[in-house]
């Protein structure tokens, strides 16, 4: 007979769930009023990210901690093979076609969970000191963050290769680094500034000058229609208008949040946005109780300073605070990469957090 370790009940954190689910309920029943054939989609996504879920959290990470620089590594060779063999689709090439089945995979969303693994592998191996991380240290790690972005570029997909930059460079802000290294980067970076405009796509620069001149983009104009005519409490299913009619472009995965605005008002979306506020505050504050578990550390703090990002883009993008840029948010826009790519990250969270006193990870006991 096989039965589970009662104690995996004492660690496994069920604040997650208890944020995450509201957040995946409130975009099936907004995807179902919008398409019910993309809603019957949205549930094999929602299985196969549990499938994911399930498999990363019974997966005994520590115990095969070994393996990550080569899983690194792959995904590194994956994103050179998009370049090389890659499938195009609406102009960018960041696709690899499986031989035989014709389906095909996106090597950049396999990388976050990869990434995030490799800092924490490497900051595990070597914690950095009372001061930070020095000069030396800091351009090591560098490496691993500039390389994958760099990849993921060339796509081109400057989106994903900010975010990883990001991450990676907000991780090492709060595990901790040499002062005077971030104030060289932030003189860089403005120096700098114009060369990586004059290196950007042409349509990376459209939605620059979109952004930056006075009329708004198509996309934008319609977006703000649309959280206009919420009001406070929003509308009917049927007098969802600038949904159901397609003038809101990509209204369930892209504009969903304006979409929510047209639908429940200001109330849904200050609902969303404090169950996103509470996720992130509750995984960054969970740092204070991992004091030198600096593998954990990372994964946690990756996990929330990623989902932070994603929220903040793609809301600030539907309201004309930012570029437009295919940033979807987590766990409720429409879509299986995200979905899985989140699910697999909170399922080796949920893993490191609730083995951490088992190193043994026993959490199955066998009776005949």
Same mark, same amino acid.
């Given at each position: 007979?096989?039965?589970?370790?009662?104690?995996?009940?004492?660690?496994?954190d069920?604040?997650?769930p208890?944020?995450?689910?509201?957040?995946?309920?409130l975009?099936?029943?907004?995807?179902?009023?919008?398409?019910?054939? @993309?809603?019957n989609?949205?549930?094999?996504?929602?299985?196969?990210?549990?499938?994911?879920?399930t498999?990363?959290?019974?997966?005994?990470?520590?115990?095969?901690?070994?393996?990550?620089?080569?899983?690194?590594?792959?995904?590194?060779?994956?994103?050179?093979?998009?370049?090389l063999?890659g499938?195009?689709k609406?102009?960018?090439?960041?696709?690899? &076609? %499986?031989?035989f089945?014709h389906?095909?995979?996106?090597?950049?969303e396999?990388?976050?969970p990869?990434?995030? @693994?490799m800092m924490a592998?490497?900051?595990k191996h070597?914690?950095?000191? %009372?001061n930070?991380y020095?000069?030396?240290?800091?351009?090591?790690?560098?490496?691993?963050i500039?390389?994958?972005a760099?990849?993921?570029?060339?796509?081109?997909d400057l989106?994903?290769?900010?975010?990883?930059?990001?991450?990676?460079?907000?991780?090492l802000?709060?595990?901790?680094?040499?002062?005077?290294?971030?104030?060289?980067i932030?003189?860089?970076?403005v120096?700098?500034a114009?060369?990586i405009? &004059?290196?950007?796509?042409?349509?990376q620069?459209? *939605?620059?000058?979109?952004?930056?001149? &006075?009329?708004s983009?198509?996309h934008? *104009?319609?977006?703000?229609v649309?959280?206009?005519s919420?009001?406070?409490?929003?509308?009917?299913?049927d007098?969802?208008t600038?949904?159901?009619?397609?003038f809101?472009?990509?209204?369930?995965s892209?504009f969903?949040?304006?979409?929510?605005?047209? *639908?429940?008002?200001f109330?849904?979306?200050?609902?969303?946005?404090?169950f996103?506020?509470?996720? %992130?505050?509750?995984?960054?504050?969970l740092?204070?109780?991992?004091?030198?578990?600096?593998?954990?550390?990372v994964?946690?703090?990756?996990?929330?300073?990623l989902?932070?990002?994603?929220?903040?883009?793609?809301?600030?993008?539907?309201?004309?605070f930012?570029?437009?840029?295919?940033?979807?948010?987590?766990?409720?826009s429409?879509?299986?990469?995200?979905f899985v790519?989140?699910l697999s990250?909170?399922?080796i969270?949920?893993?490191?957090?609730?083995? *951490?006193f088992?190193p043994?990870?026993?959490?199955?006991?066998i009776?005949?």
């Open positions: 007979m096989i039965r589970l370790d009662r104690r995996i009940l004492t660690h496994f069920f604040v997650q208890i944020l995450i689910l509201p957040i995946i309920i975009s099936y029943i907004l995807v179902s009023e919008a398409n019910s054939i @993309l809603s989609k949205q549930l094999i996504y929602f299985s196969i990210g549990l499938l994911a879920f498999f990363f959290f019974l997966l005994p990470i520590r115990r095969l901690e070994w393996l990550i620089p080569a899983f690194y590594w792959l995904c590194i060779a994956l994103l050179i093979s998009v370049d063999f499938v195009t609406l102009g960018a090439k960041r696709w690899l &076609e %499986i031989p089945v389906f095909t995979i996106q090597p950049s396999i990388m976050k990869s990434f995030l @693994l592998y490497l900051v070597r914690p950095p000191g %009372i930070g020095g000069l030396k240290d800091f351009l090591r790690l560098s490496i691993y500039i390389l994958p760099f990849l993921i570029m060339k796509e081109p989106g994903t290769a900010l975010i990883l930059i990001i991450m990676g460079y907000a991780i802000f709060i595990i901790g680094v040499n002062k005077k290294i971030w104030l060289s932030a003189a860089g970076i120096i700098l114009p060369l405009y &004059e290196n950007l796509h042409d349509y620069k459209k *939605r620059i000058n979109d952004f930056l001149s &006075e009329e983009s198509y934008v *104009r319609q977006s703000i649309a959280i206009g919420g009001g406070l409490t929003g509308k009917s299913k007098e969802a600038q949904t159901h009619f397609k809101l472009p990509i209204a369930t892209d969903i949040f304006s979409y929510t605005i047209e *639908r429940f008002g109330l849904g979306a200050f609902t969303l946005m404090m996103y506020g509470f996720l %992130i505050t509750h995984l960054l504050s740092n204070y109780g991992l004091k030198d578990d600096y593998f954990t550390q994964v946690t703090t990756g996990i929330g300073i989902i932070f990002i994603y929220v903040s883009v793609n809301i600030m993008m539907t309201i004309g930012a570029p437009v840029v295919g940033i979807p948010l987590p766990f409720y429409y879509g299986g990469s995200s790519t989140f990250l909170f399922g969270l949920q893993n490191l957090l609730t083995f *951490r088992d043994t990870y026993r959490f199955v006991k009776k005949f």
